[in-house]
């Protein structure tokens, strides 16, 4: 990873609805160029630390109560989310979320809008989604909810990169999706980050595959950082499995915290 930070989350909390405290003063960084991962059980807040940095809590009653959120040195915390986009921060939300109704192209398309592109800049960035993603070419004019799990979340995926985006925020993207499958999409994020250099804040259930991409991670229980350490430390902490198979009270947490030495809280 270099020295650059692209994204810097520092003591977020959020609630739903004014009552339930889903994040409890979460901090993690992603420098340029690194992937990260978002470790954590059902409920662990993955999903809300993501929609947060995204400016999407909103949609949810979801409010961002205390923290600060810093983008390439620049404070988002009240970002709007179409800014944030055309920025160069972009989410590809978990359950993939295609346009059902429309064709796999068309939903590409949609996501260079953002940017205001020339309609050859439109064309560039097809060609782009097309090489990265060759099956998405063959079905560009199937309607996007007949494709498979696995195209859907291609289609996801190159949607978000048709604006050109320098961080993407990436979702649970194994959920529901066979093994070999799985693979493929992983091996893609490798290759972006690799070849065009974009950085990943990656969500993600299965541990095990995760921590194989990312150079770093950060394991979230109760919407706390329990965790935090390169991958290769991560996979020798018993963190994981307490955090996955969740806690039956107040000791299994302290617990964590005594089993890491990395741990962040």
């Given at each position: 990873?270099?020295?650059?930070?692209?994204?810097?989350?520092?003591?977020?909390?959020?609630?739903?609805?004014?009552?339930?405290?889903?994040?409890?003063?979460?901090?993690?960084?992603?420098?340029?160029?690194?992937?990260?991962?978002?470790?954590?059980?059902?409920?662990?807040?993955?999903?809300?630390?993501?929609?947060?940095?995204?400016?999407?809590?909103?949609?949810?009653?979801?409010?961002?109560?205390?923290?600060?959120?810093?983008?390439?040195?620049?404070d988002?915390?009240?970002?709007?989310?179409?800014?944030?986009a055309?920025?160069?921060?972009?989410?590809?939300?978990e359950?993939?979320?295609?346009?059902?109704?429309?064709?796999?192209?068309?939903?590409?398309?949609?996501?260079?809008?953002v940017?205001?592109?020339?309609?050859?800049?439109?064309?560039?960035?097809?060609?782009?989604?097309?090489?990265?993603?060759?099956?998405?070419?063959?079905?560009?004019?199937?309607?996007?909810?007949?494709?498979?799990?696995g195209?859907?979340?291609?289609?996801?995926?190159?949607?978000?990169?048709?604006?050109?985006?320098?961080?993407?925020?990436?979702?649970?993207?194994?959920?529901?999706?066979?093994?070999?499958?799985?693979?493929?999409?992983?091996?893609?994020?490798?290759?972006?980050?690799?070849?065009?250099?974009?950085?990943?804040?990656?969500?993600?259930?299965?541990?095990?595959?995760?921590?194989?991409?990312?150079?770093?991670?950060?394991?979230?229980?109760?919407?706390?950082?329990?965790?935090?350490?390169?991958?290769?430390?991560?996979?020798?902490?018993?963190?994981?499995?307490?955090?996955?198979?969740?806690?039956a009270n107040?000791?299994?947490?302290?617990?964590?915290?005594?089993?890491?030495?990395?741990?962040?809280?």
């Open positions: 990873m270099g020295d650059a930070t692209a994204l810097d989350v520092d003591g977020i909390a959020v609630t739903y609805g004014g009552l339930i405290s889903a994040l409890r003063g979460v901090s993690l960084k992603v420098t340029e160029g690194a992937v990260v991962a978002l470790l954590g059980g059902n409920g662990a807040g993955k999903t809300t630390t993501l929609k947060a940095i995204s400016a999407l809590l909103g949609a949810e009653r979801g409010e961002l109560t205390a923290g600060r959120i810093a983008y390439r040195g620049k988002v915390t009240r970002a709007n989310p179409w800014t944030l055309e920025a160069g921060l972009v989410q590809v939300l359950g993939r979320r295609c346009f059902a109704h429309l064709s796999v192209e068309e939903n590409l398309r949609i996501g260079a809008y940017r205001r592109p020339s309609a050859r800049d439109v064309e560039a960035g097809l060609e782009r989604i097309y090489e990265i993603f060759p099956r998405l070419k063959d079905r560009r004019k199937s309607l996007a909810g007949l494709t498979s799990g195209e859907q979340q291609m289609v996801a995926i190159g949607r978000a990169l048709m604006a050109w985006p320098s961080v993407i925020l990436l979702d649970e993207p194994s959920m529901g999706l066979a093994p070999q499958i799985v693979e493929e999409i992983f091996e893609i994020v490798a290759r972006l980050n690799r070849k065009d250099g974009v950085s990943f804040l990656l969500a993600e259930q299965n541990a095990a595959t995760a921590l194989r991409y990312a150079t770093y991670g950060y394991v979230l229980e109760g919407g706390r950082v329990v965790a935090q350490g390169t991958s290769a430390e991560l996979e020798q902490l018993d963190v994981l499995t307490e955090a996955y198979l969740g806690a107040g000791a299994s947490g302290r617990a964590i915290r005594r089993s890491s030495r990395f741990a962040s809280v």
